[in-house]
């Protein structure tokens, strides 16, 4: 299935007036593919991924999340759409520093009403997708930063979702690790059919994405081939 954005128009207070951060904006990413939205800060990167997330209400448009039209769904609905459908993955790692590498996926699990215990395979099995098999004991300040961010993914895909959001991924890495980091989400988007959006402002590393599409003052351009 897709990730469907269908003129969405997104306005904030501003004054007395409002400030336009989506204007008119259209955007489908189809299963198995990445679309990095690229942009200068403050163009509306951050809130079409908000919008996507279905963290944001916008003022008009559809946002379709795996066939699912959530206009109109209520904030129940819409949690556990993102519980089960949506994976996110925010720019800082966010792990809870008492956990072990493998204990911040069975989390998700937990939250979404399964044993943890149960949950341990499919846990180990995304740590060895995003090469910390041998890591999972670890506590985050056991990690690299690299290495945190890969938790970040794997517990993002824990609960399968069909839509994957990431939010400046490499923002706090090296070059080196931030396109190991940005070819890991390729590759896991692709093996595991995900429609995959990514946020960033570096332009440099996206060689391996399948569509990149630009945001200048909430006008999205239609997305090319990269």
Do not use: C, W
């Not at 429609?195 to 996206?206: E, F, G, K, Q, S």
Request: hydrophobic letters at 40%; aromatic letters at 0%.
């Amino acid at each position: 299935m897709t990730l469907t954005l269908d003129r969405v128009t997104l306005t904030y207070p501003d004054g007395d007036g409002r400030l336009t951060a989506l204007d008119d904006v259209s955007l489908t990413v189809p299963e198995g593919t990445v679309t990095a939205v690229v942009g200068p800060s403050g163009s509306g990167k951050s809130s079409l991924l908000a919008v996507a997330a279905t963290l944001i209400t916008p003022d008009s448009g559809r946002v379709v999340v795996d066939g699912t039209d959530t206009t109109g769904l209520g904030r129940a609905e819409l949690t556990a759409l993102r519980r089960t459908r949506i994976g996110i993955v925010f720019q800082q790692a966010n792990l809870l520093p008492s956990l072990s590498a493998v204990e911040q996926l069975q989390v998700m699990a937990h939250l979404d009403g399964r044993s943890p215990r149960g949950a341990l395979p499919r846990a180990l099995e995304l740590l060895d997708a995003v090469g910390l098999r041998d890591q999972a004991g670890r506590r985050p300040h056991q990690l690299s930063g690299g290495q945190r961010q890969r938790v970040n993914i794997a517990r993002a895909l824990m609960n399968d979702p069909k839509v994957l959001l990431i939010d400046e991924p490499t923002s706090a890495l090296d070059h080196e690790r931030g396109s190991a980091v940005l070819d890991l989400i390729t590759t896991l988007t692709h093996e595991r059919s995900t429609a995959t959006v990514l946020v960033t402002h570096d332009r440099t590393r996206l060689a391996s994405v399948d569509h990149i599409a630009e945001v200048h003052d909430g006008r999205l351009t239609v997305p090319a081939a990269a």
